[in-house]
Each structure stands twice: as structure tokens, then as C-alpha cells.
């Protein structure tokens, strides 16, 4: 399997299936949700399509799956960005907003590498996150630049479906598909020898 090679893409415009997967897809017997989450993506991808930020999107879609409450689960360093997210959100939802660093733990709990040995320095604590927008009860969770495998293990304890707002990376203004399009990074990339 190898999507990202094919020059072709029949499946987009041509109806190819080349895993044999359509058959099961159009049978499958899904709940109403995911029935309307289908519709409602769909909906916004053919109404919305280069006229839309993400941020229009996103309000449009949670309004139109009838979400009431929504969770942001952020990075510290974004705090302004999650008060002006939140300022938005709040015309239109119910807003619970939960920092990277909520319970405080210290890192030397749990044995982890700290940025700067000088200081108190709190963990991540995603799992802590999740459970507390779980409790809120919320309808969708939002991620705002969460560091790579804490986003990943938010989402994997988070009872209401999660999508990314901001993807983390300090680097390259929290846009990593930068790295992509700019020949010096996939050189580099390309040279990295990925160890630990």
C-alpha cells in the first residue's frame, strides 16, 4: 500500500477501489453520529472549500453536529492563544478550557528529563487533561499545540471525539508542514540520523 505514490488517484474522480474496501464501507451499519458527523464534514468541505479558515470552519461544523459545549486542551506557551480561541468559542458554546500543566506534578515524579534542572518544573500531563474534559462532559475536544505524543495520548483517553486546532512546532511558527515545503529542512531531514 502505498497512496502517496499513485500519479494516478482514480479513486478521487474515477471511483477505483483498490483495497476492496467500498463494498464494506457503503454496508456498514453506522450510528447516527457518525452518520451525521460524515454528513456535516462533507457538507462544510463542499460549502466552505477555499472560502474558509479552519477557525470559520470549526464554528460552522460545531454548529451544525448541534455541539453545546466544547473543551480546549492547550500547550502553556499558547495561553494567549487559548484566551482568544476561548473569546471566540464563548459568542457561540460553553467553553472549559484545561492547561497542559493542570495537577502540577513535578517531573521528578515519574523520573522525566526537565528542560532546566535550576527550577520546579511541572509534566505535561494530557491524561489529566482528557479526564477533566471528560468529567465536563464535553462534546468535542479541541487540541491547541500539544507536544507530540502528549496529543496522542489525550486523544487516546478522551471520551468525545477530538480535532486539532494548532499542531505543535516552535520551529516553524506551529506549522510543521513548512518543513515540507522547504528544500533546506528536507535536506536536513533527510540527512538526520533519528536516534533518541
Do not use: W
Request: net charge neutral; charged share 30%.
Amino acid at each position: 500500500m502505498n497512496c502517496a505514490d499513485c500519479e494516478d488517484k482514480e479513486c478521487y474522480q474515477g471511483g477505483k477501489d483498490c483495497f476492496n474496501i467500498a463494498e464494506d464501507i457503503k454496508t456498514k451499519d453506522f450510528d447516527k453520529k457518525t452518520l451525521k458527523l460524515i454528513k456535516v464534514a462533507s457538507t462544510i468541505e463542499a460549502k466552505h472549500y477555499m472560502k474558509a479558515c479552519r477557525l470559520e470552519e470549526l464554528l460552522r461544523f460545531c454548529k451544525m453536529m448541534d455541539y453545546k459545549k466544547l473543551g480546549v486542551a492547550f500547550c502553556v506557551g499558547m495561553e494567549n492563544e487559548a484566551k482568544m480561541m476561548q473569546r471566540v468559542l464563548e459568542k457561540h458554546f460553553e467553553v472549559c478550557s484545561v492547561c497542559c500543566k493542570t495537577g502540577g506534578i513535578e517531573k521528578e515524579h515519574f523520573d522525566l528529563p526537565k528542560i532546566s534542572c535550576e527550577r520546579y518544573e511541572a509534566m505535561c500531563n494530557p491524561i489529566g487533561q482528557a479526564m477533566i474534559l471528560n468529567q465536563e462532559k464535553v462534546d468535542l475536544n479541541i487540541i491547541l499545540g500539544l507536544c507530540i505524543g502528549h496529543d496522542i495520548l489525550f486523544t487516546q483517553n478522551c471520551s468525545a471525539p477530538v480535532t486539532t486546532f494548532v499542531v505543535k512546532d516552535r520551529v516553524l511558527a506551529h506549522n510543521p508542514v513548512g518543513a515540507l515545503y522547504s528544500r533546506y529542512y528536507i535536506n536536513k531531514i533527510n540527512k538526520l540520523e533519528v536516534s533518541s
